[in-house]
Nanobody
Framework: QVQLVESGGRLVQVGDSLRLSCAASGRTFSSYDMGWFRQAPGKDREFVAA????????VYVDSVKGRFTISRDNAKSAAYLQMNSLKPEDTAIYYC???????????????????WGQGTQVTVSS
């Protein structure tokens, strides 16, 4: 198991940029695929982005492609979500999550992640 703590969420304006961080405890971070998910008010939690534990391959939901970038620093046991050109529809609680196994095809599968942070609020004001 790995404990995850998100940070960096805040109120921003349309078009602004924001970087979310996810700090992981433990010495096995490099063995985890890491993902970012979000949940807007009144909506289901959805996949945003993920990065594979060994290849570094990344996947994104179509609505954030070209605007968001996921990355990781195994030496710091951290994952990041750089968000640019933010829109009001990006307003949500953002969660980072980790899972230890699976093929690249499983990166988008929320149910495969078994380690979750508490979430950080991102609000984009117009």
């Amino acid at each position: 198991q790995v404990q995850l703590v998100e940070s960096g969420g805040r109120l921003v304006q349309v078009g602004d940029s924001l970087r979310l961080s996810c700090a992981a405890s433990g010495r096995t971070f490099s063995s985890y695929d890491m993902g970012w998910f979000r949940q807007a008010p009144g909506k289901d939690r959805e996949f945003v982005a993920a990065i594979h534990r060994t290849s570094g391959a990344t996947v994104y939901v179509d609505s954030v492609k070209g605007r968001f970038t996921i990355s990781r620093d195994n030496a710091k046991s951290a994952a990041y979500l750089q968000m640019n050109s933010l829109k009001p529809e990006d307003t949500a609680i953002y969660y980072c999550a980790g899972k230890r196994a699976g093929l690249l095809a499983t990166l988008r599968m929320m149910g495969r992640y078994d380690n979750w942070g508490q979430g950080t609020q991102v609000t984009v004001s117009s």
